[in-house]
């Protein structure tokens, strides 16, 4: 299969390279110093069990507009963050309304989803995301990744009326489970994506606000404890989306978390490389979607509202 990574950080560039150990073409969009070293020495991915230092085929996404088309890509894979996702499908909405070429999203937070749907339909909208995998770029071309790096994918609320494309969808499954990326098909992946989010908005702001890994979080009996209520808040943004998460999908994402090796969460590498956090994704949509319900997300925007300050003051 044809494979375009939109968005060549840790996340995309591992399992883009997984894919191209495995013999896919595919191609690379990133930016900067990255961008160079990519086309200048190469992709190198280190992970406890792949390695990975090849050439690749990297360009920008003007170059990408300019000499690609959309349908020349069996799978467009979304791998920006959550904040570029709007702008992202506004710039190239020209450019994929040529074709009917799927976008499959490997992003935190629920509304992406949404974006990309609202630019090319839901029967092109594959709802993802990454399970168990913490990817960094460590220098220009160069990631490091750890943890399963599972997969679990599928169609956006429209499976029972578009049988292809669950049939297109056990390809690409396929296909990914063949590169040894452990992937699985969710029928109910808005469910899933909202059990992804009980696990980021319980340990993701709370890890930028304090610096702690989460091994360190949930290990301490009073953060432990703030982890789990952050989780619970999130419980009950959920079902301002029609999602019903239940103590037991909070306990078992929990458990999860507290089985974690003492990883970085993203938006604490994020924080310390001063890039941008994925505050409004995470525990800004808590916050928004309690506020539709007319109830507090208190903890969640406390957390916010600290973590806001600090980078205010460090400038």
């Known amino acids: 299969m044809r494979f375009?990574?939109?968005?060549?950080?840790?996340?995309?560039?591992?399992?883009?390279?997984?894919?191209?150990?495995?013999?896919?073409p595919v191609l690379f969009i990133a930016r900067g110093d990255h961008l160079k070293a990519l086309q200048q020495h190469g992709l190198s991915v280190t992970h406890p069990e792949f390695k990975f230092d090849e050439k690749v085929n990297a360009i920008d996404q003007q170059g990408l507009i300019g000499d690609y088309r959309a349908d020349d890509f069996d799978l467009l894979i979304l791998t920006?963050?959550?904040?570029?996702?709007?702008?992202?499908?506004?710039?190239?909405?020209?450019?994929?309304?040529?074709?009917?070429?799927?976008?499959?999203?490997?992003?935190?937070?629920?509304?992406?989803?949404?974006?990309?749907?609202?630019?090319?339909g839901s029967e092109r909208t594959i709802g993802g995301l990454a399970v168990r995998i913490g990817g960094h770029i460590i220098s220009p071309g160069v990631i490091e990744a750890t943890g399963v790096a599972q997969v679990v994918m599928g169609a956006w609320k429209c499976a029972l009326d578009h049988p292809k494309?669950?049939?297109?969808?056990?390809?690409?499954?396929d296909c990914f489970n063949r590169a040894a990326i452990p992937t699985t098909l969710s029928d109910t992946i808005q469910k899933a994506l909202w059990r992804k989010l009980l696990i980021n908005n319980g340990v993701n702001p709370l890890s930028a606000l304090t610096g702690l890994d989460t091994r360190t979080l949930t290990s301490h009996p009073v953060l432990t404890r703030t982890v789990y209520q952050l989780m619970e808040e999130v419980a009950v943004a959920a079902t301002a989306d029609g999602v019903d998460l239940e103590r037991s999908d909070i306990d078992e994402m929990y458990q999860l978390i507290c089985q974690f090796d003492a990883i970085k969460t993203s938006m604490l590498v994020d924080r310390e490389k001063g890039r941008p956090l994925?505050?409004?994704?995470?525990?800004?949509?808590?916050?928004e979607r309690c506020g539709r319900l007319g109830k507090e997300a208190s903890i969640s925007a406390l957390i916010q509202a600290l973590l806001l300050n600090q980078l205010k003051v460090a400038g």
């Open 165 to 173: 494309q669950q049939e297109d969808l056990k390809i690409v499954a």
């Open 278 to 287: 994925e505050l409004d994704a995470i525990s800004g949509v808590v916050v």
């Open 80 to 120: 920006v963050k959550a904040g570029a996702t709007e702008q992202l499908m506004q710039s190239l909405q020209g450019w994929l309304s040529l074709a009917c070429t799927p976008v499959l999203s490997l992003q935190n937070g629920v509304d992406n989803e949404i974006s990309i749907a609202a630019h090319i």
């Open 4 to 24: 375009l990574i939109l968005g060549a950080g840790g996340i995309g560039g591992y399992y883009g390279a997984r894919l191209q150990a495995a013999g896919h």
